[in-house]
């Protein structure tokens, strides 16, 4: 597990990362933990690869609410915690769809616990996600919000949870078959690669998925008769 930390107090910092590495030593983990001294810094070096960011709700020049709401831009499968002194200031959170919130001074057992309910929750949801560059960007993007990929004019428009991605440049539809087949992604058509957890209705000639009817290609019928 991979925990960035984005706290302008060292003291507090070195507190949190004794707190995490005697927690992983307990839980038999590999956790690594990265500090920044700000969000800037945290929003500038941000790569994907974190499971929890630990946010200080007041930080000098952007603080943690701030540094969530821009970071949920590109990252929506993020786990989100707020360290703050005053429990109020934490209902922010919920504009960012935080996890939990860390209260100053903060003890061992406390911080544990916060951190066995977001072991609970990487266990249990689907961590699988793949990367699309779009305006020279890099996006993540989780597998399970991803209804389904169409094809048009030689580019692929991914249909999500989070509204339409059309990534610049790369794969074909055929690449992504192979890519997805092993999600459960099925080719209904020529133009139409669907997430059969989302498939809601069946006809001769077409299906929906998540409320959009898409054709469905003879050929292509006996996946989604036989699920």
């Known amino acids: 597990m991979k925990i960035a930390i984005a706290e302008d107090d060292p003291r507090f910092v070195r507190q949190l990362e004794q707190f995490i590495g005697r927690f992983a030593t307990e839980q038999q983990l590999q ?20 499971d929890l960011l630990l ?34 200031y934490a209902i922010r959170g919920y504009e960012v769809d935080a996890l939990d919130y860390v209260l100053k001074p903060v003890g061992y057992y406390a911080l544990s616990m916060k951190l066995k309910k977001v072991l609970r929750i990487r266990r249990g949801r689907d961590s699988h996600a793949i990367f699309l560059r779009r305006a020279g960007e890099l996006l993540r993007l989780p597998v399970s919000r991803i209804y389904y990929i ?51 209705g069946l006809g001769s000639a077409m299906l929906r998925v998540a409320g959009d009817t898409l054709p469905m290609s003879r050929s292509r019928k006996k996946p989604f008769w036989t699920r």
Do not use: W
Request: contains cysteine.
């Open 31 to 50: 956790i690594e933990t990265k500090c920044f001294p700000d969000g800037a810094s945290l929003v500038e070096a941000y790569d994907y690869t974190f």
């Open 150 to 200: 169409e094809v048009y004019s030689h580019n692929l428009c991914y249909h999500t949870m989070d509204g339409q991605i059309v990534p610049s440049g790369g794969q074909t539809m055929n690449q992504v078959e192979r890519e997805m087949k092993q999600y459960g992604f099925v080719r209904c058509h020529n133009c139409y690669l669907v997430n059969l957890r989302y498939v809601d």
């Open 55 to 88: 946010l200080d709700v007041d930080m000098p020049g952007m603080d943690g609410i701030s540094t969530a709401r821009q970071i949920r831009e590109r990252d929506t499968d993020v786990l989100l915690m707020f360290i703050t002194n005053l429990a109020q």
